[in-house]
């Protein structure tokens, strides 16, 4: 999965940041440069919001400089300030003739109004965020502030140390402005389930009760001054700010959770909330871009873990494994002690060194796959300790636009028990090549807007993502490795058990534990692992839908161009058309696939 940054709006599916101009036509209609013109407002609106984005995207310098001491504004106004702006968009937007447009700008244009348009709907529809939880285990500055002031808040020289402990002391002003939107939406009924509650205040104590000493926030500022030659008593002074600051907010905070778990329910899915239907249509709308109805996503979901069931049993038959369901023996292979590296720091630097040597052996095939390659260079990290508990198996983190911080993919290490070596290269090209990595540098390396640069939507992104881990078998990297084949179909129905769970708890009235049963008996994963999987999609409705929907998609696209261009197909121009133009709604990439199967029959 792509992590969102500290600046993705929650529902329109737009990164902000940036203020370097992406290229705006030098030649096209009068109607081509308005459009310029709001892209560039709408941007400068953006950063002027939210600077964790300016730091995000590597433009915390010259104009910029300050936002280095800033965080975003969390405070319930400026929620209803970004309601105001986001209408005013959309107004002027309306005011844009898209028959006038020329080239990309079409699509350019149908992707910014999707997703200002659906943040209106949800602004219009619903009297919160939507989310639907400001705080959960994956929701919350709690959450991401510590990691980003580690991985983005760079420390060069004494000011970007000033800049890191204002950040320390505007943290505590995070968390309590987050806990006043929950205390907001409690009073309209929007009450998290009560394990989303149990494994948020977890989380939260552990950062709280870490000694000043030993916190990485502290330690991190501490180590990096130090490695810089920056003289100044960095450590005692943010020592200082999280004993006196941070701590008491993070108590706050527990507290005001500790309260809601007499009123917590052990319902998984959103229906039950205020307006919890439109909650779930909304949240589908965002993240897959698509209007699949809910029974049709189940429907396609049971459908796919039949047939991939079959294809397992084949292969593991093959190998002598034939004892037991499909789902017992994936169970057998995650316990087998030779698919495991050791839990222990020297296991888990190996394990990370092998993922390079994949990512290494794919790089080099990629020209025979792909027109244009990225040049930003990728990071494999472990997901930071802190927040392991509750975070995913892997995720990726975009790099900056100016290429100095590299992309980043995060592998969860709390138990290499949950990453056996026959998961680890599908879970790798996913998150990194020919998966996220690729695509998310190809578009920040295009001549687009930076506007559309920046925007992700999980339905094209996600699903191209789980698309590359099929094409890694159609690229031959598994081969003479039939387990590591084994691991990849395991992860396509790992997404098709998504589309049940995701649709029968939030639509079908599906219990926490029903999912998980249906997910471990399915799929053999680890009960550890599936219950962080399907507490997640208990916070993030719908998101576990996009990966599948989004992958047919790409599969039809790529057929259809098959089937009307015969031996003018090249693999190598499909996947730049899909991939050049930014990432974009489904139906606008239909439409681009469709303008590329156009001009390649008069080439």
């Known amino acids: 999965m792509l992590k969102a940054g500290a600046a993705t709006m929650a529902l329109a599916g737009v990164a902000l940041g940036h203020t370097a101009r992406g290229a705006a036509a030098a030649t096209g209609s009068a109607e081509d440069a308005r459009l310029a013109v709001l892209f560039e407002g709408m941007l400068d609106q953006m950063l002027d919001r939210s600077p964790e984005s300016v730091t995000s995207l590597g433009l915390d310098s010259g104009s910029r400089l300050g936002a280095k001491a800033l965080l975003d504004d969390r405070s319930l106004l400026a929620w209803d300030v970004d309601k105001a702006h986001n209408a005013a968009n959309l107004k002027a ?125 502290v330690q991190s500022i501490a180590r990096r001054t130090h490695e810089a030659a920056i003289p100044g008593e960095w450590e005692a002074r943010a020592a200082a700010i999280y004993a006196a600051r941070v701590q008491p907010a993070l108590d706050r905070q527990a507290a005001l959770l500790d309260t809601l778990l007499p009123k917590a329910v052990h319902t998984a899915g959103v229906a039950r909330l205020p307006h919890g239907d439109q909650i779930y249509a909304l949240n589908l709308r965002n993240y897959t871009t698509s209007t699949v109805p809910p029974a049709e996503i189940h429907k396609i ?18 190998q002598g494994l034939t004892k037991g369901t499909v789902g017992q023996r994936l169970r057998a292979l995650y316990d087998d002690p030779r698919q495991r590296y050791p839990n222990t720091d020297p296991g888990k630097k190996v394990l990370i060194d092998d993922l390079n040597h994949m990512v290494a052996k794919i790089t080099v095939m990629l020209p025979q796959w792909f027109g244009t390659l990225p040049r930003a260079k990728l990071d494999i990290r472990r997901v930071p300790v802190a927040t392991e508990a509750g975070a995913p198996g892997g995720y990726y983190q975009s790099g900056s636009l100016d290429g100095a911080r590299p992309g980043a993919y995060y592998i969860n290490l709390r138990d290499t028990a949950e990453t056996p070596r026959f998961v680890l290269p599908t879970l790798t090209f996913h998150e990194g090549i020919p998966g996220h990595h690729l695509q998310g540098s190809l578009a920040q390396e295009t001549d687009l807007p930076t506007i559309r640069k920046i925007q992700f939507f999980s339905g094209y992104g996600e699903g191209w993502a789980l698309y590359a881990e099929q094409l890694a078998v159609e690229m031959g990297m598994y081969h003479d490795d039939p387990l590591g084949l084994v691991g990849q179909l395991h992860d396509a129905m790992f997404r098709a058990v998504r589309l049940v769970v995701d649709s029968g708890m939030h639509a079908q009235g599906w219990s926490r534990e029903q999912a998980v049963k249906f997910y471990t008996d399915t799929l053999g994963d680890p009960e550890t692992a599936a219950i962080t999987e399907v507490e997640r999609y208990c916070v993030w409705p719908g998101q576990a839908c ?21 031996p003018r197909f090249d693999i190598r121009t499909f996947h730049d058309a899909g991939l050049l133009a930014g990432a974009m709604p489904l139906p606008v990439l239909a439409s681009r696939i469709d303008d590329h199967i156009a001009a390649s029959r008069g080439a």
């Open 301 to 318: 979901g049971m459908d796919m873990v039949t047939e991939q069931t079959a294809q397992i049993d084949q292969i593991l038959q093959k």
């Open 93 to 217: 937007l309306k005011s844009i003739r898209r028959e006038a447009l020329t080239g990309l700008n079409r699509s350019n244009y149908d992707s910014v109004r999707f997703g200002v348009e659906l943040q209106d709907d949800v602004n219009r529809v619903l009297p919160f965020a939507g989310g639907p939880y400001a705080i959960s285990q994956l929701t919350g500055a709690y959450q991401s502030v510590p990691d980003f002031l580690d991985s983005q808040h760079v420390i060069a020289n004494g000011a970007d140390a000033e800049g890191y402990l204002a950040r320390l002391d505007a943290f505590a002003t995070a968390i309590d402005q987050e806990s006043d939107q929950c205390r907001h939406d409690v009073a309209l009924g929007v009450v998290p389930p009560d394990f989303v509650l149990t494994k948020a205040l977890l989380q939260i104590r552990q950062l709280r009760d870490t000694p000043p000493a030993k916190s990485n926030l």
């Open 546 to 566: 996009s990966y599948m929907l989004g992958k047919i998609e790409w599969l039809r696209l790529r057929a259809k161009a098959k089937a009307e261009l015969g």
